[in-house]
Structure formats: structure tokens, C-alpha cells
């Protein structure tokens, strides 16, 4: 089992100065920027009211580090729920990154769960996972990953619709696009999906993404490691 040595806190990542926004990471520096959006990543956020999934209610979303699976260095459990932490779970999602050695660039896939209840206990036990307790399974397709990039002191992540194609209920072709914006004090995200013929069937139509406020400033920690004082 891979595991990140050291300890690392948010605020000591959100102080980096960055590239520009379209600047492609060169071979050396994706494993740092991992390490920066991973620490960006992790914390509590909840939306307003209206920007709610379902009837207007506010989602809380947490994420946290959990000890990872074999071949991975890094991974995050995202867990989002109506009205708070005792709400009805809306969205789970396993998220592991490719981390090959020379890449120059991130990419995130997601996995879901068999058993949303027994993934709930990541929260507070991490090795879960890892210790093959819980079996996962593709979120979507693989063409379906996040590709990231630096945008300002934070990192932009976006699903291409060209190559995340899945089958609706009805036989139909989906193509699917997703946009996750990691920022200091918010996380923004945004879900649209097409047919074939590029008509958009569901998702915001102007565009506009949904904003989580961080509602505190958790300290990023390696996966089964304590928060450093």
C-alpha cells in the first residue's frame, strides 16, 4: 500500500504562486501540483439552499484522504448529502489519480460503491479501502476522466464530452460533461449531458457552475495520517 510521507496543510499550498491558466505543467512538476490539488481538494463545503440538487435543499459535501488503493499514491473520498451531515446521501465517489511517472499533466477518475452505507464510514475510518472492505465500480465510462489544469491559485478540471459517451435507459448515446473548479475558499462543479446531435438533454443551459462555500479551512493530511497540530 502506497502512502505519502509527511504531513501537509492547505494553507501552506494556497500561498504557491502559479502558472498561467493555459500553461501545460511540464514532466516533473504534475507530481507537485498533484500534491497541491489534493490539499485544495480536501475540506467541508455547503451550498446555498437554491443551488440544491433536490426541493432547494442545501448539499454538504466532504472530502477527505483515505488510505488508497494498490497502485495509488493518492485518494480521496467525496461524499455529498442534503441538509448536513445526518441528510439523506446524495453523491458518493472514490477519487484516484493517475500518477505515472513523467506525465505532464493530472487526470482524475471516479469510482462509486456497491454498498453506499458501508462507504459511509470512510469518514471517520480510512483504511477501508485499501484493507479491500469495500468493493467499487466505474462511475462512468473510460473515456470519462477529469483532466486538470492550474487556474490562478487553484486547479480547473473538466470531462470532455467528446470522449465520455455512456448509455442512457433508454439505449440512447449520452455524451457527458462535467467541470470542477478547486478553489481557496469554494468548490464549483457543474454537470451538462448531450445526445448525439449535440442538443443539450440535462444541466445548466447558460453554463453556470454550482458553488460549495468551504465552510472550514481542514488541514490536508496523508492518507491514514494525523492532521499536524
Known amino acids: 500500500m502506497l502512502r505519502k510521507a509527511g504531513l501537509l496543510i492547505i494553507t501552506s499550498f ?18 507537485q501540483e498533484l500534491t497541491e490539488l489534493v490539499a485544495l481538494y480536501i475540506g467541508t ?5 437554491d443551488e440544491g440538487a433536490r426541493d432547494a435543499r442545501p ?6 484522504a483515505v488510505d488508497p ?8 473520498y467525496s461524499e455529498m448529502r442534503h441538509d448536513g451531515i445526518d441528510g439523506d446521501i446524495y453523491r458518493q465517489n472514490l477519487l484516484v489519480f493517475d500518477e505515472t511517472p513523467g506525465r505532464t499533466g493530472n487526470t482524475m477518475t471516479s469510482l462509486g460503491f456497491s454498498d453506499r452505507q458501508a462507504a459511509a464510514a470512510l469518514i471517520d475510518n480510512p483504511k477501508l ?4 472492505q469495500l468493493a467499487t465500480v466505474p462511475a462512468l465510462g473510460p473515456g470519462c476522466t477529469m483532466s486538470f489544469r492550474r487556474e490562478g491559485n487553484g486547479f480547473f478540471g473538466r470531462i470532455d464530452p467528446q470522449t465520455c459517451v455512456i448509455t442512457g435507459k433508454r439505449g440512447d448515446a449520452r455524451h457527458i460533461e462535467a467541470q470542477t473548479l478547486l478553489r481557496r475558499d469554494a ?10 446531435d449535440g442538443q ?30
Open 129 to 132: 479501502v485499501a484493507a479491500g
Open 59 to 64: 448539499i454538504l459535501m466532504r472530502v477527505v
Open 45 to 49: 463545503y455547503l451550498s446555498q439552499p
Open 69 to 76: 488503493p494498490a497502485g495509488h499514491g493518492w485518494a480521496l
Open 14 to 31: 494556497l500561498c504557491t504562486h502559479g502558472h498561467a491558466a493555459d500553461e501545460v505543467p511540464a514532466a516533473g512538476t504534475a507530481d
Open 200 to 229: 443539450l438533454l440535462f444541466g445548466n443551459r447558460d453554463g453556470v457552475r454550482y458553488v460549495w462555500p468551504r465552510i472550514d479551512m481542514t488541514e490536508a493530511r496523508p492518507a491514514g495520517g494525523e492532521p499536524q497540530p
Open 187 to 196: 468548490i464549483e462543479q457543474l454537470e451538462r449531458g448531450y445526445g448525439d
